[in-house]
């Protein structure tokens, strides 16, 4: 096969084509590397100022925000120490007021309590309530209330952690105050007695909302940045904004990972913080209390301002450089254009010879399909006579000869099937179309598919429930498989799994390239080498293999597809190297009850009667083709009249002489051919019976308009029978 320099992968420009003028003396691609050079550096240099003062800006944008933070975390931490130290000092006086009171005691001096602890509660905002709790948790004296209601607390968590940590202070975690309801977190500190005895706690309820409006006004306008009160565990107690986070949850691990370090201040990144954005943040602890507070800002917001201002700047730099780019692209087109003029003359020479090259390349083809359709032709009249001898043998009982007969048999047989493959490939052969049962087929094929592929194959065949009937021809569906077996042996050097599996499928459009309609799917894999995607996109090309030193003649899956599209259906290939291949067949439902060997009913057999008995005409110009059909015709009880060419058979019927069928080859020499007479008899002898018969025709979608049946050879010539019926 001629390629182009295309194919081979070169360029035209590099053919040595002889020039009558020559050539500008013009260094084109020196030129085209000088303004490639300078397009780069418009676009580089541009892009790496941006990008260094992007970089630059985002590290001081970023280190500003954190300056921040720390400023507002000390001051924090300072507002949140006082508080405490005032709570510590607090708790200090109630319990000289208290000093070893049992419950009792508290209870009968309820009135003088109460004064006194509203004396010490004075009028702080932090402090919603200063509370006394006996041993038990019964609130025995309040600072708010007189007399107190009925509450206990011995089952609640401050309670409960104020008993455990005693003489340490307790903070709770945020809750509704039990009486008025308001959102506080309790400092609860125990009283014990001289002797070492419990005695119940005192319970500071700090507001919660004091808190939110002292870091609302440290914040000020900043809407992005935020701060909060945590305990020592990460619960958060009190922030701005505020972040619904219920009771006892934590407010980061990440955060909760750094108080436990027990560090007096830190920072770190929380990519899960309280709203779940990424957050830096500045924490420090109050004191020598459990407590920290933390501010921070969302990184994300951070960024998206920062990159508003970059793209900005981006913009304004692009228009002075678009400018630029465009000069650049446009000097670099006309350098494009100057060089295809220059180029021009040089490709229309090897364009020239590449299509001369592809047209004589398209010629051979042709005339190879010719080749090898008149070769099939003459083999099929050869195995026409053959069979019809045979059967003349058989006839006699044969006497001396069976051995030599069915050694003839089996050589008819393969050479039956080598000049399937090569006519198939041609698609002028036609097919005997049967009505075939694939649940019964498939698995009757097999013993011979695994003789077909050797013992270190093994062959397993799925066959789906309900399977439909198909139309096609058995011999050709035999031969596919035997290919697709073959094919498959060589794709499994060292064994492997050949699967055939049958179903029912529809389809319901063309787009896959399968045509509209019901089909058995006949999937044939296997799990060898594979191929990769430009082999398995060739390998229906007639003549088209893989296999080295000529031993594959490239038949096998032209065969496949043809046979599938002759069928009325069609086949595909998916493969992949390592994966193995998988060849799908679409084979169209049989719509009707089984069909004859033919591929249309004969004439009306209600009207034979009118001809004469038996007499046959055979139409062919082969002599010993015609001698066997005779001879096996006459053992029938037929009367055979043979003429050699369709122009002689013209004349006789335009006599008007009748005939019980009249058998003709296609391809005959003269003006005429088996068509033409099929098409005047049906256009002036509707009645008389007809049959064509063929090895192969250039012609066969022709024929088969006709309406008459066609019979493949080599055929059998008791497959005329139902013709006589």
């Not at 053919?15 to 500008?24: G, K, M, R, S, Y």
């Not at 039990?178 to 959102?183: A, Y």
């Not at 018969?693 to 012609?699: K, L």
């Amino acid at each position: 096969m001629n390629s182009t320099p295309e194919d081979l992968g070169t360029d035209p420009r590099d053919d040595p084509v002889p020039n009558e003028l020559p050539p500008p003396s013009r260094n084109f691609a020196a030129t085209r590397k000088v303004l490639l050079f300078l397009l780069a550096v418009s676009v580089l240099v541009p892009v790496g100022c941006l990008a260094g003062y992007g970089y630059y800006d985002y590290q001081r944008r970023f280190n500003e925000a954190a300056d921040a933070s720390d400023r507002m975390a000390r001051v924090a931490e300072e507002q949140a120490l006082k508080v405490m130290d005032l709570n510590t000092e607090l708790a200090s006086r109630v319990e000289e007021l208290l000093d070893d009171m049992t419950d009792g005691q508290v209870s009968q001096n309820e009135a003088a309590v109460h004064g006194k602890l509203n004396s010490i509660a004075g009028n702080f905002p932090q402090v919603v309530a200063i509370s006394a709790f006996g041993e038990s948790g019964t609130l025995l004296a309040s600072s708010r209330y007189f007399p107190v209601p009925q509450v206990n607390v011995g089952t609640r968590a401050d309670f409960v952690a104020a008993k455990h940590y005693r003489p340490e202070p307790y903070v709770s975690l945020p809750m509704a105050a039990s009486i008025s309801g308001t959102s506080v977190f309790n400092t609860a500190k125990a009283r014990s007695a001289s002797d070492g005895r419990f005695l119940g706690i005192v319970s500071i309820a700090l507001r919660r909302d004091y808190f939110f409006g002292f870091y609302q006004k440290l914040l000020q306008n900043d809407e992005e940045g935020f701060i909060g009160l945590y305990r020592a565990d990460g619960a958060l107690l009190a922030s701005y904004p505020n972040v619904r986070i219920p009771a006892g949850a934590l407010a980061s691990p990440a955060l909760t990972e750094g108080f436990t370090r027990n560090e007096y201040a830190g920072h770190l990144q929380a990519a899960r913080f309280g709203d779940h954005q990424k957050r830096f943040v500045a924490y420090r602890r109050v004191g020598d209390y459990r407590l920290f507070v933390a501010a921070g800002f969302p990184v994300g917001g951070l960024i998206s301002a920062w990159q508003r201002h970059l793209l900005l700047l981006c913009g304004l730099a692009v228009l002075p450089c678009a400018a630029i780019w465009a000069l650049l692209g446009f000097s670099l087109r006309q350098l494009s254009a100057e060089e295809r003029a220059w180029l021009q003359w040089r490709s229309e020479t090897s364009r020239r010879l590449a299509a001369e090259a592809s047209g004589r390349h398209l010629q051979r083809m042709g005339a190879l399909g010719n080749l090898v359709a008149n070769v099939a032709h003459e083999f099929n009249n050869h195995l026409m006579a053959v069979k019809s001898n045979m059967a003349i043998a058989r006839s006699k009982g044969f006497t001396d000869v069976a051995p030599e007969v069915s050694a003839v048999e089996r050589a008819t047989h393969s050479v039956e099937g080598l000049v399937r493959t090569l006519v198939g490939a041609t698609q002028k052969q036609p097919l005997k179309l049967t009505q075939v049962d694939p649940a019964t087929a498939l698995p009757g094929l097999k013993r011979v598919l695994q003789a077909t592929v050797g013992d270190a194959i093994s062959v397993n065949i799925d066959i789906a429930q309900e399977l439909w009937q198909i139309r096609c021809d058995y011999a050709e569906l035999e031969l596919t498989l035997i290919n697709l077996a073959l094919n498959a042996r060589e794709a499994m050097p060292r064994g492997g799994k050949l699967r055939i599996r049958a179903q029912n499928v529809e389809a319901a459009s063309d787009a896959a390239g399968v045509p509209v309609g019901e089909f058995v799917l006949v999937s044939v894999s296997d799990d060898g080498i594979g191929m990769t995607q430009a082999v398995a996109h060739r390998a229906f090309e007639p003549l088209f293999t893989t296999k080295l030193n000529g031993t594959g003649a490239g038949l096998g899956l032209t065969q496949v597809l043809a046979f599938c599209e002759r069928s009325g259906g069609t086949a595909r290939i998916t493969s992949a190297p390592g994966l193995g291949t998988t060849v799908r067949l679409y084979l169209p439902k049989s719509v009707a009850r089984d069909i004859a060997v033919t591929e249309h009913a004969a004439g009306d057999p209600g009207r034979r009667t009118e001809f004469a008995a038996n007499e046959i005409l055979l139409v062919e110009d082969n002599d010993e083709v015609a001698a066997g059909l005779s001879a096996v015709l006459e053992l029938m009880g037929h009367h055979v009249t043979r003429l050699a060419n369709a122009d002689d058979a013209l004349l006789t019927l335009q006599t008007g002489q009748q005939f019980r069928l009249v058998l003709s080859d296609v391809q005959m020499p003269g003006k005429l051919n088996g068509i033409d007479l099929a098409e005047w008899l049906k256009a002036n002898r509707p009645e008389q019976p007809l049959a064509l018969m063929t090895g192969y025709a250039d012609e066969l979608e022709r024929a088969r308009n006709t309406g008459v049946p066609i019979f493949a050879k080599p055929f059998d010539v008791g497959d005329l029978e139902p013709l006589f019926a």
